[in-house]
T-cell receptor, first 113, second 112 residues
Framework: DAMVIQNPRYQVTQFGKPVTLSCSQTLNHNVMYWYQQKSSQAPKLLFHYYDKDFNNEADTPDNFQSRRPNTSFCFLDIRSPGLGDAAMYLC????????????FGPGTRLLVL | ELKVEQNPLFLSMQEGKNYTIYCNYSTTSDRLYWYRQDPGKSLESLFVLLSNGAVKQEGRLMASLDTKARLSTLHITAAVHDLSATYFCAVELDNYGQNFVFGPGTRLSVLP
């Protein structure tokens, strides 16, 4: 039973061509996160939503935007992808009561040509 | 600013041996998480440690938390090849499930 779903699993885009990655969850968690992970590095938090409250990390480039239209869905928009944006993008969710570990989706691997 | 360090960053060990991975962090927190990541895959939650002195065990892995020392350990007992992966610790900045800082990861290779 998939709990955090990401689509697509692989995305190829051209330099400068906007791309949208999607994440959905069946856990009804308040908090949703987007991470960028480059090869052999730790996940880097881009932003997170607490319900509809958007929290941007200070060093997240303006090129990255996010939308959360409802509890279940969250989108990552990359307005003008550069070669340096090629990475794995991980969506995660967590609740705010009890165990608060993050549940990660399978990730979307983005390739920029 | 919270900093999370792990050591070693790379670990190569023989099957059957024991070893410990260390995670230390710079700011008070009493919530720490361990994750496993296989190459090309996402992160899988291993342990949630929510208080000082917490100890959790699953199979050949045991994690502990000392909040006074700001230190968590992940102990591997009698390693097997299937444990080869990258292990991340993550520290929660607040208690509202919103703010996690990951360590750099420890890449473990278990050799036959």
């Amino acid at each position: 039973d998939a709990m955090v779903i990401q689509n697509p699993r692989y995305q190829v885009t051209q330099f400068g061509k906007p791309v949208t990655l999607s994440c959905s969850q069946t856990l009804n968690h308040n908090v949703m996160y987007w991470y960028q992970q480059k090869s052999s590095q730790a996940p880097k938090l881009l932003f997170h939503y607490y319900d509809k409250d958007f929290n941007n990390e200070a060093d997240t480039p303006d090129n990255f935007q996010s939308r959360r239209p409802n509890t279940s869905f969250c989108f990552l928009d990359i307005r003008s992808p550069g070669l340096g944006d090629a990475a794995m993008y991980l969506c995660a969710t967590s609740g705010t009561e009890g165990l608060q570990t993050q549940y990660f989706g399978p990730g979307t691997r983005l390739l920029v040509l | 600013e919270l900093k999370v360090e792990q050591n070693p960053l790379f670990l190569s060990m023989q099957e059957g041996k024991n070893y410990t991975i260390y995670c230390n962090y710079s700011t008070t927190s009493d919530r720490l998480y361990w994750y496993r990541q296989d190459p090309g895959k996402s992160l899988e939650s291993l342990f949630v440690l929510l208080s000082n002195g917490a100890v959790k065990q699953e199979g050949r892995l045991m994690a502990s938390l000392d909040t006074k020392a700001r230190l968590s350990t992940l102990h591997i007992t009698a390693a097997v090849h299937d444990l080869s992966a990258t292990y991340f610790c993550a520290v929660e900045l607040d208690n509202y499930g919103q703010n996690f800082v990951f360590g750099p990861g420890t890449r473990l290779s278990v050799l036959p």
